[in-house]
């Protein structure tokens, strides 16, 4: 029997970015905004004019982490500390792996289907953009 797999669609990852897009306006900052799908796949990506080029891939990665390992990437960075249980954890994944705020993972009903990622402001404005990313799902 085939199995039914539950995913972020274009159409939630558009949604996403656009919520996104509106917090990074009052915030103030250009970002650069990432969507992967329930496999850490790239749905949509946006950068703003003026976006940092260097925090493309980190978005991208942001996004792909939060997936993969199925928690934030601010819950990562205290756990990859020296002495800490993942220490060392960034080098994998081909050292793709981002071990700071901005990357969060979507669920719909308790289960994963996706995550965001966003970067170029501070951490905390970075969890912000990635947060109103997922606060547009709500309901849906």
Not at 54 to 70: E, P, Q, Y
Not at 95 to 114: A, D, Q, Y
């Amino acid at each position: 029997m085939p199995r039914s797999l539950n995913t972020l669609t274009l159409s939630d990852a558009k949604r996403m970015l656009e919520a996104a897009e509106v917090k990074a306006a009052k915030i103030g900052i250009a970002y650069n905004i990432a969507v992967v799908d329930v496999g850490g796949a790239l749905i949509a990506f946006v950068r703003q004019d003026g976006a940092l080029i260097g925090s493309i891939d980190l978005a991208i990665h942001k996004a792909m982490t939060a997936r993969i390992f199925d928690q934030s990437t601010a819950d990562l960075a205290g756990m990859a500390q020296p002495r800490a249980p993942l220490f060392g954890i960034e080098q994998s994944n081909a050292g793709n792996v981002v071990i700071f705020g901005g990357g969060l993972p979507v669920r719909f009903s308790g289960e994963i289907v996706g995550a965001v990622g966003a970067s170029a402001g501070t951490i905390e404005q970075d969890i912000a953009v990635a947060e109103a990313a997922v606060a547009t799902l709500n309901g849906v």
